[in-house]
């Protein structure tokens, strides 16, 4: 997913990559996102490879509905072929309760 940055006071500045770019962390661990406990099950797609970035201030996170769209398609195929427990209550995840902080948890 590319982040779309927004300074205070501005519109959105910039692409997506560019501010894939500028928002990289130098901390990122480009290969974290490989190592999710589901990804030897479903293979993480190359998008989330290739543009993963650390946005730390939550003002300067946004998402578009087609990223959102393709989060849901891979949390879908996830809970589907991978039993991923709530953390709260330890019951196994289905698609019909998963909820953001699921996806926060596990992905």
Request: glycine fraction near 6%; include cysteine; charge should be neutral.
């Amino acid at each position: 997913l590319q982040p779309m940055s927004r300074h205070r006071g501005s519109s959105i500045a910039g692409s997506g990559s560019q501010a894939a770019q500028i928002l990289r962390a130098e901390d990122h661990d480009s290969n974290s996102v490989n190592r999710v406990t589901w990804s030897t099950k479903v293979s993480v797609p190359h998008v989330y490879r290739e543009h993963g970035t650390s946005i730390h201030l939550t003002e300067d996170r946004g998402i578009a509905l087609a990223q959102l769209n393709m989060l849901c398609d891979l949390a879908r195929r996830v809970v589907d072929c991978v039993e991923l427990r709530d953390g709260t209550n330890d019951t196994p995840l289905k698609w019909e309760v998963l909820n953001m902080y699921h996806i926060k948890d596990h992905f």
